[in-house]
T-cell receptor, first 109, second 116 residues
Framework: GQNIDQPTEMTATEGAIVQINCTYQ??????LFWYQQHAGEAPTFLSY??LDGLEEKGRFSSFLSRSKGYSYLLLKELQMKDSASYLC??????????WGAGTKLIIKP | GAVVSQHPSWVICKSGTSVKIECRSL??????MFWYRQFPKQSLMLMAT?????????EQGVEKDKFLINHASLTLSTLTVTSAHPEDSSFYIC????????????FGPGTRLTVL
């Protein structure tokens, strides 16, 4: 079966760095997405990786290892507004998105 | 660009009534739109994929006669929850495919449905 695993909840301090991990098992693979979702709102796109390596975009970076079925989202210089759920989603061979349950990130002052 | 709107933002209805939710892509044409449902503290659950001008493809376990989807134009898809029951209360989110090779989706703001 197809499966996405990510931690349920993480806590970090304002100004610090946090890494949210995601492992995936899918039928074929056409890339991995990270989305941010604030409570009561729809997800917003953060990143897309299809090649191995690190993609940096401001305070957020996303890493992918296809051989390991592994990705992480790295958030630097954490701000209180970064408190949200972070959803990992993999695109399978049929271009269907397989969603993880999300990681709730709590930022403390 | 790539703005998707949803209407209404929230709706409360009585059990047994039907509710229609609209999803519009405002500044691009979306040949494919997706309808999701999300229960509290759970991830998105894909309900169906709708393609303009054709019947929607429903995920396993989703009743097509209860959740009617119409994608009449390249900018509008509607989801009608028929004979709603309290267990249908959820957050319904639509997204529109960008048309790019990697199938990025742009999400609407969601509709909170409460069935009394």
């Amino acid at each position: 079966g197809q499966n996405i695993d990510q931690p349920t909840e993480m806590t970090a301090t304002e100004g610090a760095i946090v890494q949210i991990n995601c492992t995936y098992q899918t039928s074929g693979f056409n890339g991995l997405f990270w989305y941010q979702q604030h409570a009561g709102e729809a997800p917003t796109f953060l990143s897309y990786n299809v090649l191995d390596g690190l993609e940096e975009k401001g305070r957020f970076s996303s890493f992918l290892s296809r051989s390991k079925g592994y990705s992480y989202l790295l958030l630097k210089e954490l701000q209180m507004k970064d408190s949200a759920s972070y959803l990992c989603a993999a695109l399978d061979s049929n271009y269907q998105l397989i969603w993880g349950a999300g990681t709730k990130l709590i930022i403390k002052p | 660009g790539a703005v998707v709107s949803q209407h209404p933002s929230w709706v409360i209805c009585k059990s047994g009534t039907s509710v229609k939710i609209e999803c519009r892509s405002l500044d691009f044409q979306a040949t494919t739109m997706f309808w999701y449902r999300q229960f509290p503290k759970q991830s998105l659950m894909l309900m169906a994929t709708s393609n303009e001008g054709s019947k929607a493809t429903y995920e396993q376990g989703v009743e097509k006669d209860k959740f009617l989807i119409n994608h009449a134009s390249l900018t509008l898809s509607t989801l009608t929850v028929t004979s709603a029951h309290p267990e249908d209360s959820s957050f319904y989110i639509c997204s529109a495919g960008s048309g790019r090779a990697y199938n990025e989706q742009f999400f609407g703001p969601g509709t909170r449905l409460t069935v009394l």
